[in-house]
Nanobody, 119 residues
């Protein structure tokens, strides 16, 4: 089970760090991706981290990191713009390396956390 958190309201140019906590199983053996869905748009891949810690950027510039001791994956978002406003989801894939940004390749999903970038 995945629990995404850390969303909120932030001003343009600001930063936010989202967390994805795993419970019931370890995230260490999964590639973990972040997706987002803006109002009126389809869900899209943002970034992913492999089992070995390598980042794949599906779209943009947000860096993913993992803390295996805390069983948590983070999405660091800097220089935010209103275009980054969306519900952000974390998802775990049974692949070790980051798969293509296709939802069907991620087996487990968190519930989403809302990020609003506005002045």
């Amino acid at each position: 089970q995945l629990q995404a958190s850390g969303g909120g309201l932030v001003q343009p140019g600001g930063s936010l760090r989202l967390s994805c906590a795993g419970s019931g199983s370890t995230l260490e053996t999964y590639a973990v991706g972040w997706f987002r869905q803006a109002p009126g748009k389809e869900r899209e891949g943002v970034s992913c981290i492999s089992v070995t810690g390598g980042n794949t950027f599906y779209r943009g510039r947000f860096i993913v990191s993992r803390d295996n001791i805390k069983n948590t994956v983070y999405l660091q978002m800097n220089h935010l713009t209103p275009a980054d406003t969306a519900i952000y989801y974390c998802a775990a894939s049974e692949y070790s390396d980051c798969p293509p940004a296709m939802e069907s390749l991620y087996e487990y999903w968190g519930q989403g956390t809302l990020v609003t970038v506005s002045s």
